[in-house]
């Protein structure tokens, strides 16, 4: 993930001198870093929230409806309808960990698998970075396996209208909006191909 | 932003016993919340990361060109490029609070100025709302009045050549890939009508 928009130009670039933890925080960590700038000398902290990489799954069955999940979520304390996603485990790369996540939320599963995109949550106070995934030809095949606190209710649906949804502001998980960002040239080739 | 994708249907609603501060991290703070299972009657704690309305900004000159923002990020540890953006302040709306961010980090301003979407950073630990502005017709006018620590470099850049770029990967910022998803759909009325 560098690029040519990660040059720094004229910019300082500032030197960390100490990472400590600030707060634990169960599915992630909040650090202090304390840094120093390179012309100015001058220190300051900076309070960094870290997590095990993230990934989120577009499900696309074979009659290319989406499967979605509406669940209860404890930062908005308000329903939400998304895509399946969670925290990549171990050594687990992005796209085995959205297919497990797929499994264990919804049931559905599919064998044609890729990354589409990645994103930075947010560059200014997280480090990691969310893995966006699509998954072809899911069906539903396997037994749910919800994580201790998880209850969700597994919906399909068109892809057109969850665009329409998300545009009109009936998904505002910025992360999903991301993955569906990614996913809109794949789906214009689907559609032109006329598969 | 409620809307029918948020009804319940037949999925609990936690209840909040407790908010209490776990952790304060100056630009955002992080509370243990205590639910009880309105089924099950069991009780867990959650973390919640708080913060002020955060804004960023689609800002067009009269010439169709982007303004984009470069920075050192202190949760990545890399340089960003992105779309201009930070925290309202108190009372201020999230139109004034854009056109505000814009103007202090770029030195560009302009009166065209309306929000195009709004979006939940991540509503399973955060409470907050990114609203996505879009100012068209800005010109430099103003001295620029970083923050702090903020040190920027201003880049102009062609929009169809933005949106290249974040698909290939040179933009990572979740929330800046939100406000190009919501503002394609305008770019392309404004192309067709060929202004």
């Known amino acids: 993930m560098r690029s040519m928009a990660e040059e720094s130009g004229s ?8 990472r400590e933890l600030h707060a634990d925080c169960r599915v992630f960590s909040v650090f202090r870093h304390t840094c120093r700038h390179p012309v100015r000398g001058s220190e300051a902290d900076f309070f960094v929230m870290r ?12 009659e290319r409806q989406m499967v979605l ?3 209860y979520r404890f930062g908005t304390e308000r329903f939400s309808l ?7 485990d171990g050594a687990e790369n992005p796209v085995e960990a959205g ?5 264990e ?7 044609r698998a890729r990354e589409i995109g990645a994103v930075h949550p947010n560059p200014a106070i997280q480090s990691n970075v969310c893995h966006l995934i699509l998954v072809e030809g899911v069906r ?8 201790g606190h998880e209850e969700l209710e597994t919906v399909l649906m068109d892809v057109d209208d969850v665009l329409a949804l998300a545009r009109g502001g009936g998904i505002t998980h910025a992360l999903v909006l991301d993955a569906l ?3 809109l040239p794949y789906w214009e080739e689907l559609k032109n191909r006329g598969e």
Do not use: C, H, K
């Open 105 to 111: 939320e919804t049931g559905y599963a599919g064998s």
């Open 69 to 71: 999940v509406r669940q």
């Open 11 to 18: 910019l300082p670039q500032w030197e960390v001198l100490r």
């Open 82 to 88: 998304e895509i399946p996603g969670g925290m990549a």
């Open 99 to 103: 297919v497990r996540e797929l499994r």
């Open 181 to 183: 960002f990614f996913f």
């Open 51 to 62: 997590s095990s990489p993230w990934v989120n799954v577009i499900a696309l069955t074979p």
């Open 140 to 147: 539903l095949e396997a037994e749910l396996s919800w994580d």
